[in-house]
Nanobody, 123 residues
């Protein structure tokens, strides 16, 4: 499985960005896909996750009400819509997939990773 992340960039505080993560290769029908982010000197934290089983979704408290995760099964793509961006949202954003569909929050349970896309929010 290969994951290709796109959509990062520079935006002013209060602005919006949409990240996309396209999966290719031998993708199954049951998996969890997630977005993580990492700032310099910090841990890689879960931002949002979505499971193909029942379409369950969850977002981190820090972004609740501002970020939305969704998927387009026809395109094997998961999106992260980010609104009301804040400078503290600045990070490299990574998409990841767990083919075992454990709906986990720990990054080490995700097998496949995209290359990361930089999001910078200016104040």
């Amino acid at each position: 499985v290969q994951l290709q992340a796109s959509g990062g960039g520079l935006v002013q505080a209060g602005g919006s960005l949409t990240l996309a993560c396209a999966a290719s290769g031998r993708t199954g029908t049951s998996y969890t896909q997630a977005w993580f982010r990492q700032s310099p000197g910090k841990e890689r934290d879960l931002v949002a996750k979505i499971s193909t089983r029942y379409g369950r979704v969850a977002v981190a408290d820090a972004v609740k009400g501002r970020f939305t995760i969704s998927r387009d099964n026809t395109k094997n793509t998961v999106y992260l819509q980010m609104n009301s961006l804040k400078p503290e949202d600045t990070a490299v954003y990574y998409c990841a997939q767990d083919p075992s569909n454990r709906y986990a929050s720990a990054s080490d349970l995700y097998r496949y990773w995209g290359q990361g896309t930089q999001v910078t929010v200016s104040s």
